[in-house]
């Protein structure tokens, strides 16, 4: 006589202690995932990481909540903790939500400037065009050449009798473009666009690469035109690029510097174009206050990180 054994847990059903990880085993797989010699590989870079960006910013959300300046080496000092107080010094300084003011007003200027104006580029570029590789070199070179001499060129062609204004004649601002307090900044964000195109060109590009052909054939087919066929195949399919242009461009123009340091000699006229960055660079190595200009960092980075997940979750939604 035989006897059947019958699962009690019905079919479908993994029995107790079947198929499950241990625990152990799945604190492991989440760490290094499914090959955890890729830890290996990828460490270098997560040292550097680590010596370059997370220890400094620890270092400075540390000073911001202290008394902290500088003093010769090897010599020790109280640096007394004062909580808040160097967040409120900031945050009731109006010279610090002026520079807040202005990066605001370049970045409202130049993201949008650099996101359209580098996928229309993309896509021209994509297109078989005579020259197309010198197109591609010639919009690439301003992003790889030096600052201070391209920041030259700028300099001659909008100051008082630069080339700009000699061809606007009577309709030249005055004062001119680089010492008026309502244009000198928007300038600087068209500069930054203008230099840096080439590098967002290159990543449209790259996601273009991966559009199928099959799609534009179809809208050719359907009688789309190329404004149709842009909105509604090119700008779908290059959104993860997008996102990634939109956050590349919001951290560099929150980390404005070099530029109206060069062409507004360190943030004129009156102000207009200083940068959080830059203010913390006076703040803390001219005025001596590393402190006050840490939490200027600090809040910076908060916003920064704020608006980023905003552009994430907004091209999520859509």
């Given at each position: 006589?035989?006897?059947t054994?019958?699962?009690?847990?019905?079919?479908?059903?993994?029995?107790?202690?079947?198929?499950?990880t241990?625990?152990?085993?799945?604190?492991?797989?989440?760490?290094?995932?499914?090959?955890?010699?890729?830890?290996?590989?990828?460490?270098?870079?997560?040292?550097?990481?680590?010596?370059?960006?997370?220890?400094?910013?620890?270092?400075?959300?540390?000073?911001?909540?202290?008394?902290?300046?500088?003093?010769?080496p090897?010599?020790s000092?109280?640096?007394?903790?004062?909580?808040?107080?160097?967040?409120?010094?900031?945050?009731?300084?109006?010279?610090?939500?002026r520079?807040?003011?202005?990066?605001?007003?370049?970045?409202?200027?130049?993201?949008?400037?650099?996101?359209?104006?580098?996928?229309?580029?993309?896509?021209?570029?994509?297109?078989?065009?005579?020259?197309?590789?010198?197109?591609?070199?010639?919009?690439y070179?301003?992003?790889?050449?030096?600052?201070?001499?391209?920041?030259?060129?700028?300099?001659f062609l909008?100051?008082?009798?630069?080339?700009?204004?000699?061809?606007l004649?009577?309709l030249a601002?005055?004062p001119?473009?680089?010492?008026?307090?309502?244009?000198?900044?928007?300038?600087?964000?068209?500069?930054?666009?203008?230099?840096?195109?080439?590098?967002?060109?290159?990543?449209?590009?790259?996601?273009?690469?991966?559009?199928?052909?099959?799609?534009?054939?179809?809208?050719a087919?359907?009688?789309?035109?190329?404004f149709?066929?842009?909105?509604?195949?090119?700008?779908?399919?290059?959104?993860?690029?997008?996102?990634?242009?939109?956050?590349?461009?919001?951290?560099?123009?929150?980390?404005?510097?070099?530029?109206?340091?060069?062409?507004?000699?360190?943030?004129?006229?009156?102000?207009?174009?200083?940068?959080?960055?830059?203010?913390?660079?006076?703040?803390?190595?001219?005025?001596?206050?590393?402190?006050?200009?840490?939490?200027?960092?600090?809040?910076?980075?908060?916003?920064?990180?704020?608006?980023?997940?905003?552009?994430?979750?907004?091209?999520?939604?859509?």
């Open positions: 006589m035989t006897s054994t019958h699962d009690t847990h019905g079919p479908g059903r993994i029995a107790p202690g079947r198929g499950r241990p625990s152990g085993r799945s604190w492991r797989l989440r760490l290094g995932g499914h090959q955890p010699i890729g830890m290996l590989f990828v460490s270098p870079y997560v040292l550097y990481l680590a010596a370059i960006f997370i220890y400094p910013l620890g270092f400075a959300v540390w000073m911001s909540f202290h008394d902290y300046f500088f003093a010769a090897g010599v000092v109280d640096r007394p903790f004062v909580g808040l107080e160097n967040y409120t010094t900031v945050l009731t300084d109006p010279d610090v939500w520079s807040f003011l202005n990066i605001a007003v370049f970045l409202v200027i130049n993201v949008p400037l650099t996101v359209v104006g580098s996928l229309v580029l993309a896509s021209a570029l994509n297109k078989k065009l005579p020259f197309r590789s010198f197109f591609r070199t010639a919009y070179i301003p992003y790889i050449t030096a600052s201070v001499a391209v920041v030259g060129v700028w300099i909008f100051n008082s009798n630069g080339l700009v204004n000699q061809a004649g009577p601002p005055d001119s473009w680089l010492v008026n307090s309502h244009l000198a900044m928007p300038v600087v964000a068209v500069f930054v666009a203008w230099k840096q195109l080439g590098f967002f060109v290159v990543l449209y590009l790259s996601a273009l690469q991966n559009v199928p052909n099959e799609l534009y054939e179809s809208a087919l359907d009688g789309a035109g190329r149709r066929t842009f909105r509604s195949i090119t700008v779908p399919a290059v959104r993860p690029a997008t996102l990634l242009v939109l956050v590349l461009a919001t951290i560099t123009g929150a980390n404005l510097f070099t530029e109206p340091y060069l062409l507004t000699s360190g943030g004129g006229p009156d102000g207009a174009t200083t940068s959080p960055v830059l203010l913390m660079y006076q703040r803390g190595l001219q005025q001596g206050h590393p402190d006050e200009a840490a939490a200027i960092g600090v809040i910076l980075v908060v916003l920064i990180t704020a608006i980023s997940l905003v552009y994430r979750r907004f091209l999520e939604r859509d």
